[in-house]
C-alpha cells in the first residue's frame, strides 16, 4: 500500500515567518496524531496537506496526489479546518446539503448524507437551526460533519476537539475510531498530547515548523514522565528550604535565583509536592508560592530540541 | 466544461437565496432606488423642471455616474471577498469542482439580483421625473429605454470587474472605487483619445448613439469622439467577459491565507 501523505522536504513560509520548515515525512495511514504546540506548524502543515496552500519548497503528495487545488483528491479528502468559520445564516444541515452538492451528490443523496452525517456527530437535533446560534462545540461538530459527510477515504481535522465538552470530546474520538474501523485514515491535529494519546499509538511531533519525532504516543509520555520537571518556589527562607529539598529523592538541583526565588529540579514532582508542606514547616522556611515551570507540551518540546543539540 | 456549467449553477442556486437574505443587497436596493427620490424631489422642489430634463440630468450624472459604479462595485465585490473574509473559503476550495465556477456561478446570482434591482430602481425613476409638471423636454422613449439599457450594461461590467478584482486583491471595493471614481475621472480629462478606456466613455456612447437628440444638452454627447453604440456595447461585453476570465484564472492558481 502507498503511503497516505509522503512529504519530501517541504517548507512554507510566509514572508519572514516559518510556517513550517524542511519536513521529510512519510504518514502510512489508519490514526495519526499530529502533536504540536500553538504555532508549531500543524495548520500550516494540514493546510499544504489538503492544497489549501502551495510549498513555498520541497514536495506533497496525498493518496499520490499533488493535493493544490486537485478536484480529484478532493472526492477522497474531507478536511475540517481549526478556523471557527461557517455560514452563519445557513442551518446545520443546509451547510452539509450545499457542501455536498459542491461534491457532486444529486440532491436527495446530499440530504441523506447529511442527515446522517449530523446523526454521527449527535447535532441530529439541532439539524434545522441556524449555525450562528450555536454554541463553538455545536460548531465544531458542524466542521466535522462535512468532512465526515461524503466518506472520504483521508479525513484530516485540524484540532477537532476545541470547544467540545467532555462528552462531545468522548463521541468525537469513538467517531474517529469508528471512522479508522472502517478503513478511512484519520490525521488528528492537537497541542494536548493525552487526547492524541487516547486515539492513537501514531504520533507525529511538530516543534517551530520541524518534524521533531514520530513514533508512539506512549514513548514521549515516557519521555516526559522521564525528564526532570521544574518547579519554582517563593519562601520566606529560601536558602534554608534550598538544603532541606536536596535532601529529598529526586532532587538534582535547586538554584536561589537574584530575587530569593527557588528553582527546583526533580524528577519525582509527586514526592517533592506530597513532602513539601511538612519539609517547609520542620525548617520554617514559609513556602509563599508553588508552581511547576515546564508543565506544558513547550517544556517538552524545548526538552528534546535541547537534547536534540 | 460541463462540470464547470454545472458547478456554476450550483452556486449561483445557493448564492441567490443567501443574497436576498443578506445586507449588501438591502444597500444595493436603497443606492438603486435612491436617483427615484431625487427624481421626485427635483421635480417637487423646482416647479419648472420638466420630466425629461430631470430624466437626462439625473439620469447621467447621478444613475450613470454615481449610483451604477457604486451598486454595481458593491453588489460584484461579494463573490469572492466575502468568503475570503469570513474564512469559509477552505470549505468550497476542498470540493471536488472547478474553483472558477465559485466566481461565474456567484457572479451570475449577483447580477441578476443586480439587474433586478437596477431595472427596478431605473423605472421608478423615469416614474418619478414623469411627476414633474415642468414645460419643457417631455419624457419620451428614447430618453428611458436608452438609460434603462446603458444603467443595466454598466452594473455588469462595474460588478464583473469588482468580482474579478475579489481574486486578485485583499479589498476589491477600495480598489474598484479608486478605479471608477479616480482613475477613469484623471482618464476622461486628458486629452486625446484616452477616454476610450473608460466604462463611462462606453456607456456615454451607447446612450447617444441610441438616445433622444435632448443628451445632447450635455457636452461629451455630441462630440465626433464617441464610438458607435454597437461598438461600445460589444466593448462592454468583452470587458466584462474579459474581467471574469482573467478573474476565474486567476482563482484558479491562486492560494488564500486564511487565518486559521
Partial sequence: MSAVVEARELGRWYGDVVGVSDVSVTIEGGIVGLLGANGAGKSTFLKLLVGELKPSRGSIRVLSEVPFANARLYRRLGFSPQQDALWGDLTARGTLEFLLRASGFPRAEARDRADRALRRVQLESAADRRVAGFSKGMRQRVRIAQAIAHDPEFVVLDEPLNGLDPLARRAALELFRELAAHGAHVLVSSHVLHEVEELTRTVLLLHRGRVLAQGSARDIRALLDRRPRRVAIRARDPKRLARALLTLDGVSAVRVGEDGALEVETRDLAELETRLPALAAEVRAGVRRLAIADASLDALFDELVGGAR | ?260
Fill in chain 2, 1 to 260: 466544461m460541463i462540470r464547470l456549467l454545472q458547478a456554476s449553477a450550483l452556486h449561483a442556486a445557493m448564492h441567490l437565496p443567501r443574497l436576498l437574505r443578506s445586507r449588501r443587497t438591502l444597500i444595493v436596493l436603497l443606492l438603486a432606488l435612491a436617483p427615484a427620490l431625487v427624481a421626485w424631489l427635483a421635480g417637487r422642489l423646482n416647479s419648472s423642471n420638466a420630466p425629461g430634463e430631470i430624466a437626462i440630468a439625473v439620469g447621467w450624472i447621478f444613475v450613470l455616474q454615481l449610483v451604477v459604479p457604486l451598486v454595481g462595485l458593491v453588489s460584484g465585490s461579494a463573490a469572492i471577498a466575502d468568503e475570503v473574509e469570513d474564512r469559509t473559503l477552505t470549505y468550497l476550495f476542498t470540493r471536488p469542482m472547478p474553483r472558477a465556477s465559485l466566481l461565474l456561478g456567484r457572479w451570475a446570482a449577483s447580477a441578476l439580483l443586480l439587474t433586478a434591482m437596477l431595472g427596478l430602481g431605473v423605472g421608478l425613476f423615469l416614474q418619478a421625473a414623469a411627476l414633474a409638471r415642468g414645460a419643457g423636454q417631455p419624457l419620451e422613449w428614447g430618453i428611458g429605454a436608452p438609460l434603462l439599457c446603458a444603467t443595466l450594461a454598466g452594473g455588469l461590467v462595474y460588478s464583473a470587474l469588482a468580482a474579478a478584482l475579489g481574486c486578485f486583491v485583499k479589498n476589491p471595493i477600495v480598489v474598484g472605487l479608486a478605479y471608477a471614481f479616480a482613475v477613469e475621472g484623471f482618464l476622461a480629462n486628458l486629452p486625446g483619445k484616452n477616454q476610450v478606456l473608460t466604462v463611462q466613455f462606453h456607456l456615454r456612447s451607447l446612450l447617444a448613439q441610441h438616445a433622444s437628440p435632448a443628451w445632447a444638452q450635455f457636452e461629451g454627447f455630441t462630440g465626433a469622439g464617441l464610438l458607435e453604440g454597437t461598438t461600445s456595447a460589444a466593448v462592454l461585453g468583452c470587458l466584462t467577459l474579459g474581467a471574469l476570465l482573467a478573474g476565474a484564472w486567476r482563482l484558479s492558481r491562486r492560494e488564500f491565507v486564511l487565518a486559521s
